[in-house]
């Protein structure tokens, strides 16, 4: 088993919300009180929760940078004569996910994509051994998972790769055999919302029966697609501005206070 820290700590007041018409976390007002009982109702009311994976349930490249899969990744396609695959502001993303995205666009179903996609795959295997686990996701799943609601992850990244992490941190339990993630057909990549459809069908669960947690617009997409509420999830400012700007109504900066509200 990696060792890894338990990725519970947690730095600053742990009372932090951000709504709709909050663009900034701090502490609960009186208007967050109303925002804190509904994300209550949110979270007690779900049969199923739908984790998003990097991001709400780890670092994924924490350890081992985006950027330099991304980097990998670009000099492999030059390497076979596609220098000019990717635009310059694809390549400036950074990010390996938006590469493989716009490879998969230019030419669907190839041998490329499939060979791109498992090269992101291992890229990412070797990322889970430094994997840092957000703070509080470990406890949290396990204790919404004692309460009874079941937890299945949908997200844009590889099974193989969501099943080796939490192999590692003993979640597997939890979530198994619910682990729906990137396939090779990239158009159902979010938001298309592919993976979370089939998380509820699998599970026999109505899509307002689910709450989905997520750090992405994409994800919020998705789960509007699927008529799943959304649970918005941010590190940080970056994150809180995207999800709020993209309209989600309730966004969480720290997993804490939902530990605490199911715990109450």
């Not at 809180?240 to 605490?260: C, M, Q």
Request: charge should be neutral; aromatic fraction near 4%; charged fraction near 25%.
């Amino acid at each position: 088993m990696v060792q890894r820290p338990l990725g519970n700590h947690h730095d600053g007041p742990d009372t932090l919300l951000v709504t709709s018409d909050a663009k900034q976390t701090g502490p609960v007002t009186a208007k967050g009180k109303d925002a804190t009982e509904e994300i209550t109702e949110m979270a007690r009311g779900a049969r199923v929760v739908l984790w998003d994976f990097d991001g709400p349930i780890c670092g994924l490249f924490a350890g081992h940078s985006a950027k330099v899969v991304a980097d990998g990744l670009v000099k492999w396609l030059e390497g076979r004569g596609l220098h000019g695959l990717v635009t310059e502001n694809e390549r400036d993303s950074l990010d390996p996910q938006v590469l493989l995205r716009a490879v998969g666009r230019r030419h669907p179903g190839s041998d490329l994509v499939a060979e791109l996609e498992e090269r992101l795959t291992k890229e990412e295997l070797r990322a889970t051994s430094t994997a840092m686990p957000t703070a509080f996701a470990d406890i949290l799943v396990q204790t919404w998972r004692a309460r009874g609601a079941r937890m299945a992850v949908t997200t844009d990244n590889s099974p193989r790769v969501v099943r080796a992490y939490l192999d590692d941190r003993g979640l597997t339990s939890c979530f198994a055999p619910h682990i729906y993630g990137r396939t090779r057909d990239l158009h159902h990549l979010k938001p298309d919302p592919h993976c979370l459809r089939r998380a509820l069908s699998a599970m026999g669960t109505a899509p307002g029966e689910a709450l989905m947690i997520g750090d992405s617009p994409t994800d919020l997409q998705a789960a509007e697609r699927a008529g799943v509420p959304f649970l918005g999830y941010a590190r940080n400012d970056e994150k809180t501005k995207l999800l709020t700007e993209a309209g989600a109504g309730h966004v969480v900066a720290s997993l804490e206070p939902l530990l605490k509200m199911l715990r109450n």
